[in-house]
């Protein structure tokens, strides 16, 4: 069966990967400026809204609490206070099945940057930054998310 631009019933269900056409209604005034927007940054609308939607999907992964998802944590503390180094590699001990990998940052004389990398349950995830993100010395605890397909 020939396939024209725009069909979207033709193609196998079973093809994650494969790329439909949709109508969508917004108001014109929306458009202008995501149009504008996307053009400073050379993006087209395609790619644009194909990022807005896994963005959308993860951010609500993320609030609904459940699903997998994969992102970095990046934890900013205070190395001087006492036993915190400590508590945060063993904590990645006792996170195994999300933990993947982390990376240290020495930023100056007190403070240490870690970007632990996280894939897995969105509730396991927020459950360590939690954790993290009570102990005395952690000054900033930044969560960055995607969706996992
Ligand atoms: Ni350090």
């Known amino acids: ?56 999907l993860a951010d609500r992964k993320w609030q609904c609490g459940s699903g997998d998802v994969v992102g970095t944590v990046n934890i900013l503390y205070d190395h001087e206070v006492r036993g915190l180094d400590e508590y945060l590699t063993e904590i990645q001990h006792d996170y195994l099945d999300i933990v993947l990998s982390n990376t240290h940052i020495h930023l100056d004389k007190e403070h240490c940057m870690l970007i632990i990398i996280v894939k897995g349950n969105v509730k396991r995830i927020k459950e360590l930054i939690d954790k993290v993100s009570s102990k005395k010395g952690v000054k900033q605890v930044k969560t960055v998310v995607n969706p996992v397909s």
Not at 7 to 31: C, H, K, M, T, Y
């Open 1 to 56: 069966m020939s396939k024209k631009k725009g069909d979207v019933e033709e193609e196998s269900l079973e093809d994650s990967n494969r790329v439909v056409r949709f109508g969508v209604s917004i108001p014109i005034d929306l458009l202008k400026e995501f149009d504008e927007a996307i053009s400073q940054m050379g993006m087209k609308r395609s790619k644009a809204i194909r990022l807005a939607m896994r963005k959308f």
